[in-house]
């Protein structure tokens, strides 16, 4: 695969266009993690309502991909992006000049900012339907890596908020806001033939379809890993390692940048060798770094301080970042597989099926930080939570054991991709 073939097949722009769009709704969808510390600071809220708190985004995101994917398939992506990005754009408007008052004030706007999450239901489709199967996997890749958002949010949020407040924040989120959508208005197409009434009864009959039930799973491992992750590691690290949030957001950021910015390697390696093998790999991968870190003591708490700062986290907590740095490259890479293998087994139901699957991806992320939540309240750490999530990268292991033969001999052979 060339970088030319992308500019000699499909249209570039949509492509250009759909990635941004997705990285600054992302960017807001996630922003409650960073920001949680300094939002709940008068509220007197436990860790594990925070974590709470912060998976109520990822719910909602979750919840809100299949509708909208169901939109944007009857109106079109780009009206449906449209709208979902002016909605999150008054919202975040609201909150810089009014505030949060309480935990529900904060859920309603987790709510709201799950639009952010769904907009994965938008843009991977917009830009997959352009470009043919051999180019599918950097193609959802390169959409895919939207979800680099975080890696803003977590490295520039924490300290936006130690200056001017944590509705400055959204103060300065507004602005890349309001300049892509004006980017996406102007540059994005629906390709030929991509606006057609779905059917609510599709999404049930696909859910009677074995393989799309894989595919959720898997997704639910590798997204959800992901998403849950970036939203539930500031937390943690203030947590379990007693940094200053400053700190844990450039330990986050770190972190999240391999997940993000090796999707589309994760796409074209699967575009290589199969997403089937790559897949593996990772999930392997994954959960020998869920049962390491769900093993790790938490970190001496300063004396006299707020919190250590990044020079002087103690080396453990430094076996934490590389630790997770290595599971959420896997995770992200996982993500660009996964769809790398979708288009090929759904070509004409892609758009339903990133629906399906982008809506198991954010159930993901919200059971993991609520895992992580529920393992901080019942036994005081957070190993139940990691070890939960590891034996299920397992369990995907065994699931691609099952379906590999089948799949490669059946819809995999007439694809024309690997497998």
């Known amino acids: 695969m060339k970088l030319s073939d992308l500019k000699q097949s499909g249209h570039w722009p949509t492509l250009l266009s759909a990635f941004l769009y997705f990285d600054i709704s992302f960017m807001a969808w996630v922003s409650l993690g960073p920001l949680m510390v300094y939002i709940a600071k008068a509220m007197n809220i436990p860790v594990e309502q925070k974590l709470t708190l912060v998976a109520i985004p990822v719910l909602s995101g979750a919840i809100l991909r299949i509708p909208l994917g169901i939109l944007a398939d009857t109106i079109g992506s780009k009206l449906t992006g449209t709208i979902a990005q002016v909605v999150m754009i008054i919202a975040c ?6 505030g949060l008052s309480g935990p529900e004030s904060v859920a309603i706007f987790g709510a709201i900012l799950g639009l952010g999450g769904a907009s994965f239901a938008v843009a991977l489709p917009q830009a997959s339907r352009w470009y ?20 803003l949010d977590t ?12 509705q400055g924040v959204y103060a300065a989120l507004l602005i890349p806001m309001v300049i892509i959508l004006a980017i996406y208005m102007l540059t994005v197409k ?15 009959k696909l859910l009677l379809d074995t ?37 844990a957001g450039l330990m986050v950021s770190l972190i999240v940048f391999f997940g993000s910015t090796f999707r589309p390697v994760g796409g074209a390696i699967a575009d290589r060798v199969g997403g089937i093998k790559s897949l593996t790999v990772m999930f392997l991968v994954v959960a020998a770094c869920y049962f390491t870190v769900s093993q790790l003591p938490e970190g ?42 979708l288009p090929q087994r759904f070509r004409n139901e892609v758009g339903v099926m990133t629906g399906l699957v982008g ?61």
Request: one cysteine or more; proline letters at 5%.
């Open 132 to 151: 043919p199967p051999h180019l599918q996997g950097i193609v959802m890749g390169i959409a895919g890596a939207g979800n680099m958002g975080v890696v």
């Open 300 to 341: 001496p708490a300063p004396v006299g301080a707020t919190g250590w700062m990044l020079t002087e986290l103690p080396m453990m907590g430094w076996v934490a970042v590389a630790l997770f740095s290595v599971g959420t490259l896997c995770l992200g890479m996982g993500n660009g597989a996964v769809f790398q293998l």
């Open 359 to 419: 809506f198991a991806g954010g159930l993901g992320g919200f059971f993991l930080a609520k895992a992580l939540a529920t393992s901080k309240g019942m036994t005081g750490g957070f190993m139940a939570g990691f070890l939960f999530f590891g034996f299920l990268a397992l369990l995907g292991v065994g699931g691609l054991t099952l379906v590999k033969h089948r799949w490669r001999t059946t819809w995999g052979a007439a694809s024309g991709a690997r497998i």
């Open 93 to 98: 408007a609201y909150v810089w000049m009014f």
């Open 211 to 247: 393989d799309s039930r894989w595919f959720m799973f898997f997704y639910f491992i590798t997204f959800g890993g992901f998403v849950g992750l970036a939203s539930a590691l500031p937390l943690y690290f203030t947590a379990q390692f007693h940094v200053t949030p400053v700190a």
């Open 155 to 166: 490295l520039f949020a924490p300290t936006i908020a130690e200056h001017f407040g944590w």
């Open 190 to 204: 629906d390709a030929p033939g991509s606006v057609t009434r779905v059917p609510l009864a599709s999404y049930g």
